[in-house]
């Protein structure tokens, strides 16, 4: 099949495109096509089978290497005010708190300026820059 798509393809290049040439060009790609997609699933159910059976060889090294990230991001103890808390829902409560009290909402500040002191242009008047 490949070999007649290459012999087409340098008919195409001696002579004009046809009709004829083109569609046999499509035919043969659809059936290139589903093969390479009837092989692609012959080995993926063939892989699927052997992994099955023999298991995957990586398996170990992937659970140890997924159990130590797990064991290093784990907060296992959280101190507060000297004292060692171990309880998860407490160590919980503490983080969120502390996050809460660090992105929470600010106290807005009560100092404004009174109208008269904004001049021409939205600039402070020199009068209020004077006192």
């Known amino acids: 099949m490949l070999d007649k798509l290459k012999l087409i393809d340098e008919q195409g290049k001696e002579n004009e495109w046809t009709e004829e040439p083109i569609e046999e060009r499509k035919k043969i790609e659809l ?6 997609e ?37 907060i296992l103890l959280l101190e507060e005010d000297g004292e060692n808390n171990t309880d998860p829902k407490h ?5 969120y708190n502390y996050y809460k009290c660090l992105f929470g909402n600010q106290h807005q500040t009560k100092v404004t300026l009174f109208e008269a002191a904004w001049g021409e242009y939205g600039r402070l008047s020199p009068r209020i820059m004077q006192s």
């Open 91 to 95: 160590i919980q409560r503490l983080i």
């Open 38 to 74: 009837a092989e692609e699933l012959y080995w993926q159910q063939r892989g699927g089978e052997r992994w099955i059976l023999e298991g995957d060889s990586n398996t170990k090294f992937f659970h140890l290497a997924a159990n130590g990230r797990r064991r290093k991001k784990s």
């Open 31 to 36: 059936e290139l096509e589903e093969i390479y």
